[in-house]
């Protein structure tokens, strides 16, 4: 199948950390991609990590990869407000051009 | 060096109508990538163009079609508008290999009363 699934809210407090995490069922998955979109706007890439890697760390950011159970996590180090987003992950597979994105999950930072 | 732009930004149709949305891609990159994104859910892929043509396409009727430009940019076209096609439109460019990544424009905001 083609779903890729993320729950929906996620809220933490300024300064905590924040994981979101994704689960996909494609083994062909090529790369697997974050994006952050913030209200009324596009998609902003954030980070990606090949399938065959287990982990990629970006400034606060760290993605896990467990291919295995087919499941992806994104952490960001000391959520700030301005991390308030929704984030959405997205697979590629080999032999296709499109991404096939989770429904999104909602981030609320607390002051 | 600009990144992916698309115009206009929000439109507003009645249903039966048709429209036109447009997209020009990061410098650099070759490719377009069309996505509606219904309130609420992630990104469906509608189709992608590339040296001018239509190279994949998604579960969309042949209401969607499109056009690429020799410049590389893109027109994403609906015809006998739904009240269901309301949605923001997200073009993405990359270059042409299968593993690009993608990369978003701010989007058009459809909405067909």
């Known amino acids: 199948g083609e779903d890729v699934e993320q729950s929906l809210f996620l809220s933490v407090r300024e300064g905590d950390s924040s994981v979101i995490n994704c689960t996909y069922t494609d083994s062909s998955s090529t790369y697997l991609y974050w994006y952050k979109q913030e209200p009324g706007a596009g998609l902003q890439l954030l980070t990606y990590i090949f399938s065959n890697m287990d982990m990629k760390q970006d400034q606060r950011l760290t993605v896990l990869l467990n291919k295995k159970d087919k499941h992806l996590s994104l952490r960001i180090a000391d959520t700030q407000t301005g991390d308030s987003a929704i984030y959405f992950c997205?697979?590629?597979?080999?032999?296709?051009?499109?991404?096939?994105f989770g429904t999104g999950t909602r981030l609320k930072v607390l002051a | 060096d600009a990144g992916v732009t698309q115009s206009p930004t929000h439109l507003i149709k009645t249903r039966g109508q048709q429209v036109t949305l447009r997209c020009s891609p990061k410098s650099g990159h070759d490719t377009v990538s069309w996505y509606q994104q219904a309130l609420g859910q992630g990104p469906q892929f509608i189709f992608q163009?590339?040296?001018?043509?239509?190279?994949q396409r998604g579960n969309f009727p042949d209401r969607f079609s499109g056009h690429q430009f020799p410049n590389y940019s893109s027109e994403l076209n609906v015809n006998a508008l739904l009240l269901g096609d309301s949605a923001l439109y997200l073009c993405?460019?990359?270059?042409?290999?299968?593993?690009?990544?993608?990369?978003f424009g701010p989007g058009t905001r459809l909405l067909v009363l």
């Open positions: 993405a460019s990359s270059t042409g290999g299968f593993v690009e990544t993608q990369y």
């Open positions: 163009y590339y040296e001018e043509e239509e190279r």
């Open positions: 997205a697979e590629s597979r080999s032999g296709t051009y499109k991404y096939i």
